[in-house]
């Protein structure tokens, strides 16, 4: 299972909000391209980046610091907030993005998501399924959608998308364990899909219980800023 902890940009700070919540952030670092030395320099390979400027702007606005990342380490990116259109997608992959996140846009704008995975490799693409009471989330999760969860997995991935980030809003930055039953559920119900976990997680245990029900990949945000888990624990989980 890929441990890919996160990075959350707001004015090139690294940050953390509280169930999507814009008004309960919390700034851990003002250089993030550091935080991300640390964690290539610990054993880690991949790196969740996400543009909470984009995702409530529509329009990337990060791309500078995404680029400063891949310039300074190996780290695996994958990026997303506000990449709702082909220019979006190519700046980002030129920036140094292995992979997109895409969630708003495949909501609001599915015939110009579903041509963009005509002209590129679906795996350059990862599905973002934010959810809230079993609704997609978009916009930063300040809207909810009327999509719900399964519905919108299954619409793409007859479409060749895999990899798909699925996040309980209501578990993000709370520390008090991730959606396992949830993520079960998907992972019986779609037999294709390569689900990462995000949101809740709050110690090595739970990786444990995401990894033992399938789950690909798990992204560790809060739990490592604030102490929960330290870079040693997850060097060793990697190795």
């Given at each position: 299972?890929?441990?890919?902890?996160?990075?959350?940009?707001?004015?090139?700070?690294?940050?953390?909000?509280?169930?999507?919540?814009?008004?309960?952030?919390?700034?851990?670092t003002n250089n993030?391209?550091?935080?991300?030395?640390?964690?290539a320099d610990h054993g880690i390979q991949n790196l969740h980046?996400?543009?909470?400027?984009?995702?409530?702007?529509?329009?990337?606005?990060?791309?500078?610091?995404?680029e400063a990342i891949a310039n300074n380490t190996d780290l695996k990116i994958?990026?997303?907030g506000g990449i709702r259109s082909k220019s979006a997608v190519d700046s980002a992959l030129s920036a140094g993005a292995k992979q997109l996140n895409i969630g708003s846009f495949a909501v609001k704008e599915?015939?110009?998501?579903?041509?963009?995975?005509?002209?590129?490799?679906?795996?350059?693409?990862?599905?973002?399924?934010?959810?809230k009471d079993d609704f997609i989330a978009i916009h930063g999760w300040q809207e909810q959608?009327?999509?719900?969860?399964?519905?919108?997995?299954?619409?793409?991935?007859?479409?060749?998308?895999?990899?798909?980030?699925?996040?309980?809003?209501?578990?993000?930055?709370?520390?008090?364990?991730?959606s396992v039953e949830a993520y079960k559920d998907l992972i019986q119900e779609f037999s294709d899909?390569?689900?990462i976990a995000s949101g809740g997680v709050q110690s090595l245990d739970d990786l444990d219980k995401l990894k033992e029900i399938g789950c690909t990949g798990a992204i560790i945000g809060k739990a490592y800023y604030e102490g929960r888990i330290n870079l040693k624990e997850l060097g060793s989980y990697v190795s």
């Open positions: 299972m890929k441990i890919i902890p996160a990075i959350d940009l707001i004015n090139g700070q690294c940050v953390r909000l509280s169930q999507g919540d814009y008004d309960r952030k919390t700034v851990y993030p391209v550091d935080q991300a030395k640390l964690f980046l996400v543009d909470l400027d984009g995702a409530k702007s529509g329009r990337s606005e990060n791309l500078k610091v995404l994958d990026f997303g599915v015939e110009n998501f579903i041509e963009l995975l005509k002209n590129y490799d679906p795996g350059t693409f990862i599905l973002s399924a934010d959810f959608s009327s999509w719900s969860l399964s519905e919108f997995i299954a619409s793409y991935l007859k479409y060749g998308l895999r990899e798909v980030v699925c996040t309980d809003v209501s578990k993000d930055g709370m520390l008090n364990g991730p899909l390569e689900l």
